[in-house]
């Protein structure tokens, strides 16, 4: 029952009588953060640089205090399911943070989150940021007990040190890494004792350039790479690898060895991304002939994107989702017919829209596409359609070319992507609600009987 309890109540419960001093002890998830500690986050917007900084000591050293306090009881309990660990702590703080790893993985622990970052205990603004040397998390802190159980690791502001430990981490099955410190050399390190990692996830990791995957990563099935600035070369080499997700400026990749490989995720930034999502459409399926499924972020590109007129042919894939912000007027929709001749066995086709949200007078664009039948397309779903003059010129070119539809989605809501197989929906305003109801009784009239409609 304690356990159904957030912390801060589980602990509440000692004061019901002595036979429940203890209790709490038992609670088998433990999450330490400023909220659940001191009370509150502090907002230092309003107060003086010294007031800021001397109280921020001052709550550091009660933080710290509490949870030790709190650890010191909890070895006592059962075992540790979750461990979490939210709070602005640096390097002068590592002693304790060590302590507190070490005994929840005495305790068998399988969920360590560790995230140091500012943002977790003050709010204020970007630019007071404060410098602070970081935190170093070493695997030897895991590797000590007798047994390892960790199953999932998260951490967040601090660095990584990979330095061998005496055991590998066996039971490490999910890594997520996010504006941790660790280099090429390092990170090859520290996957060579995980092996059996499965998933592996690096977002702003910007000391990384060269990643390299080898056989140390044979059960490897999911890897995501978001904003890691300075990333070069991503080289693969990962028998079991299913998905792929990255998200950046444009890099070299080299899939030497994913037969598995199924999904993939990618959004180009940067200057050059009209060149990235041009490879993701002719190059990228074809490096890699197992997959399935390729989505795609457009950034400011698609009204603009340059595709060879030699279309290459990608036979594999099966579903394509496209993303497009914005989708205006100005779009010619060349991209379409070239979808159609390029992945010929293609069964369904997402696109999600975000056209302005604003209803400005309709450029007159002259779209002049050829027809392209697709024969193996049954499924559309289109995500974000409010009825403009641009958007329904779409939507009759693929009632056109579309031979074999048997299925059409069509909603004003708009579909996001938040990460592997995370998707959100955000409803559009009532205003464009009315606009979609005002086309249904277009999309009754001219959609055949044999297709299925769903409009909402």
């Not at 998905?243 to 999904?263: D, H």
Request: proline share 4%; aromatic share 10%.
């Amino acid at each position: 029952m304690i356990s159904f309890l957030p912390l801060k109540e589980a602990i509440r419960t000692s004061v019901l009588s002595k036979r429940w001093r203890y209790i709490w002890t038992c609670h088998s998830k433990l999450c330490f953060d400023s909220i659940n500690i001191l009370g509150m986050r502090v907002d230092y917007n309003s107060v003086s640089n010294y007031q800021s900084l001397l109280d921020r000591q001052i709550r550091r050293g009660m933080f710290i205090e509490r949870v030790n306090h709190f650890m010191q009881h909890r070895c006592k309990g059962p075992k540790i399911d979750y461990f979490s660990l939210h709070c602005h702590l640096g390097k002068e703080s590592a002693s304790y943070i060590d302590q507190w790893i070490r005994d929840a993985a005495i305790k068998e622990v399988e969920y360590i989150d560790l995230d140091l970052s500012e943002w977790c205990t003050f709010r204020m603004d970007q630019c007071s940021f404060t410098a602070y040397e970081q935190y170093e998390f070493s695997c030897w802190t895991l590797s000590t007990s007798i047994k390892c159980t960790i199953k999932n690791l998260k951490l967040a502001s601090c660095i990584l040190n990979p330095i061998p430990s005496p055991n590998k981490l066996i039971s490490l099955k999910t890594v997520e890494l996010k504006d941790v410190n660790v280099n090429d050399q390092q990170l090859s390190t520290f996957l060579s004792i995980c092996p059996q990692l499965e998933v592996l996830s690096l977002v702003v990791c910007n000391d990384l350039v060269n990643l390299k995957l080898d056989v140390s990563c044979h059960n490897l099935k999911v890897l995501s790479i978001r904003d890691c600035s300075r990333m070069e070369t991503i080289d693969i080499y990962a028998e079991n690898l299913v998905v792929f997700e990255y998200t950046g400026e444009v890099v070299s990749f080299s899939f030497k060895y994913a037969p598995m490989l199924a999904e993939g995720y990618l959004s180009f930034t940067g200057e050059h991304r009209l060149d990235g999502l041009t490879y993701a459409l002719t190059k990228f399926a074809n490096s890699v002939p197992s997959l399935q499924t390729l989505n795609l972020l457009s950034i400011l590109a698609m009204k603009v994107l340059k595709l060879p007129e030699i279309v290459h042919t990608s036979p594999n894939l099966k579903c394509l989702v496209l993303s497009i912000f914005p989708f205006d007027d100005e779009d010619k929709l060349y991209w379409l017919s070239y979808i159609f001749e390029a992945f010929p066995l293609l069964q369904k086709l997402q696109l999600n829209l975000f056209s302005p949200n604003f209803i400005r007078k309709q450029k007159g664009i002259e779209r002049l596409l050829p027809d392209c039948p697709h024969k193996h397309l049954t499924e559309v779903e289109i995500n974000g359609f409010y009825g403009n003059e641009h958007e329904i010129e779409l939507l009759t070119y693929l009632l056109k070319n579309v031979v074999e539809l048997k299925v059409l989605v069509v909603t004003s809501h708009q579909k996001v992507h938040r990460g592997v197989n995370k998707w959100v929906q955000e409803e559009g305003s009532s205003r464009y609600k009315l606009r979609l109801e005002s086309v249904r009784e277009w999309l009754l009239s001219v959609v055949p009987k044999t297709i299925h409609l769903k409009v909402h």
